[in-house]
């Protein structure tokens, strides 16, 4: 059985690496990638990116565009993927100007 205190200092140096505070949401939305368009659902944003669930896999250092009726449209990159029984989950961070994130954020969700 492991220690849940051998994952502390992971948890904490991952935790000093997030630069923006995350907004638990459940929001629908499309993700629109050179491949097509796939629906997806956004679990939580920042000013720095967003965690999606879909069922179609994306890629690594892949472009998207994350569009969702609550903010609008911004670009992003995948920054990580994982996949659960034809789920797949990802992070993208925003590629727009952090100002234009800024707006688009503010419209929707509580400072």
Not at 90 to 109: C, H, I, K, N, S
Request: charged share 30%.
């Amino acid at each position: 059985m492991e220690s849940p205190e051998l994952d502390k200092p992971f948890d904490e140096e991952f935790a000093r690496l997030r630069e923006h505070n995350r907004k638990p949401v459940l929001w629908s939305g499309r993700v629109e990638t050179a491949a097509g368009a796939f629906d997806c659902i956004a679990l939580d944003l920042s000013q720095g990116g967003a965690k999606i669930r879909l069922v179609t896999k994306l890629l690594q250092d892949q472009a998207v565009r994350l569009v969702i009726d609550h903010i609008g449209s911004l670009r992003a990159v995948v920054v990580w993927t994982e996949a659960e029984v034809g789920i797949h989950s990802a992070g993208v961070r925003f590629t727009d100007p952090p100002e234009q994130v800024a707006r688009a954020l503010r419209r929707a969700l509580p400072v």
